[in-house]
């Protein structure tokens, strides 16, 4: 009798894990950077962690300076052994637990002592996770990292004729 038990538990933990569904990744956009209406040199921050219009702006030699910082923060929930050891959803794909991260960026454009712009973006995203499926933190913290990103981009984007102005009108 515990033998069938066990065999049929098996089998519905193999089946509910082919049927599972994978979270999905953030498209990649096909289309190049745009950049800024001036160049800049990047003051704080790494090279390959800003958002693609400020990474497009780049120069060494601009009175413009980027400033841009990134933190990430994690969450994890997890459904008790004992819940989830009794509970025979768990063994059909029921989750058993979900991780969310929270990514927080900023960005401020400055040429000499007067700041152009300072922008703030956050993002959240999370998935559930059972015994045989789940994502991992670092794939989490990509498309946490890449939503910041494209919200401070298209910040960028919209205010672009505006930061324009305000750059001009302070190298004078």
């Known amino acids: 009798m515990w033998l069938r038990l066990m065999l049929a538990l098996a089998l519905a933990a193999c089946v509910s894990g082919c049927l599972s569904i994978q979270p999905t990744q953030p498209p990649i956009p096909d289309e190049p950077a745009r950049s800024l209406p001036f160049k800049g040199r990047l003051a704080e921050g790494e ?6 219009m400020v990474a497009a702006s780049l120069s060494d030699d601009s009175p413009v300076t980027f400033s841009y910082r990134e933190e990430l923060g994690h969450e ?8 989830s050891a009794f509970n025979p959803l768990t063994y059909f794909g029921a989750p058993t637990g979900s991780t969310a991260v929270t990514a927080f960026a900023q960005l401020a454009i400055r040429r000499g002592e007067t700041i152009l712009a300072d922008y703030a973006a956050q993002a959240r995203v999370s998935a559930d996770y059972g015994l045989t499926y ?23 984007a919209r205010d672009s004729v505006r930061l324009a102005q305000r750059n001009a009108a302070s190298s004078r």
């Open 47 to 52: 090279r390959d962690e800003l958002p693609p």
């Open 76 to 83: 994890h929930h997890t459904v008790p052994l004992w819940i």
């Open 134 to 156: 789940g994502t991992t933190n670092l794939d989490l913290d990509r498309a946490a990292l890449a939503e910041v990103r494209r919200k401070i981009d298209d910040d960028l």
